[in-house]
T-cell receptor, first 115, second 111 residues
Framework: SAVISQKPSRDICQRGTSLTIQCQVD?????MFWYRQQPGQSLTLIAT?????????ESGFVIDKFPISRPNLTFSTLTVSNMSPEDSSIYLC????????????FGPGTRLLVL | GNSVTQMEGPVTLSEEAFLTINCTYT??????LFWYVQYPGEGLQLLLK?????DKGSNKGFEATYRKETTSFHLEKGSVQVSDSAVYFC??????????FGRGTSLIVHP
């Protein structure tokens, strides 16, 4: 199994500013993902964080708006840049273990409100 | 592409009632299937999983069987409790699959 922590757990930010969310996994995972979840909605995959290389973004998400880093197998950051109220959401970090029993685990989420 | 379809919610039940939440999927090959639960204000927690056809995942009284012939992974529990009130997500993942989630089904259990 994997335990995933995120910082900050919540934040209130001003329009036009940027916020970096940190994700730490307590064990090595093969893949890490970042999701967005609007209240009462399902998860939308933003990108797959690749170790040591550029993240792979899903349709509708771009690196300039959501830069992602993954310097090693257990840590990743997501930055929400030049924020607007439409970016208010829950941002979830996720890691997938490998080794034939692949399972995806989630962090507790970062609740972001942009004013 | 891959997709997961869940029944619409909310599902409202009385305590000790039988629960079924339907989930069907579309995918090429043989993904692993998962159920996650999200309690209010929290992240997603893995509830159970099945990695191949006919596998049954179970946890905390919940069960789901990987049915390849019907491409389904329905969640069941024989007797629900108020504390089971949450949103339940069906998902497929594994190997080269991009994790794909259903829309979530809200369960409300009344005393």
């Amino acid at each position: 199994s994997a335990v995933i922590s995120q910082k900050p757990s919540r934040d209130i930010c001003q329009r036009g500013t940027s916020l970096t969310i940190q994700c730490q996994v307590d064990s090595q995972v093969t893949m890490m993902f970042w999701y967005r979840q609007q209240p009462g909605q399902s998860l939308t995959l933003i990108a797959t964080a690749n170790q040591g290389s550029e993240a792979t973004y899903e349709s509708g998400f771009v690196i300039d708006k959501f830069p992602i880093s993954r310097p090693n197998l257990t840590f990743s950051t997501l930055t929400v840049s030049n924020m607007s109220p439409e970016d208010s959401s829950i941002y979830l970090c996720s890691g997938r273990t490998g080794g034939g029993q692949e399972t995806q685990y989630f962090g507790p989420g970062t609740r972001l409100l942009v004013l | 592409g891959n997709s997961v379809t869940q029944m619409e919610g909310p599902v409202t039940l009385s305590e000790e009632a039988f629960l079924t939440i339907n989930c069907t999927y579309t995918a090429t090959g043989y993904p692993s299937l998962f159920w996650y639960v999200q309690y209010p204000g929290e992240g997603l927690q893995l509830l159970l999983k099945a990695t191949k056809a006919d596998d049954k995942g179970s946890n905390k009284g919940f069960e789901a069987t990987y049915r390849k012939e019907t491409t389904s992974f329905h969640l069941e529990k024989g007797s629900v409790q108020v504390s089971d009130s949450a949103v339940y997500f069906c998902a497929l993942s594994g190997g080269s699959y991009i994790p794909t989630f259903g829309r979530g089904t809200s369960l409300i259990v009344h005393p």
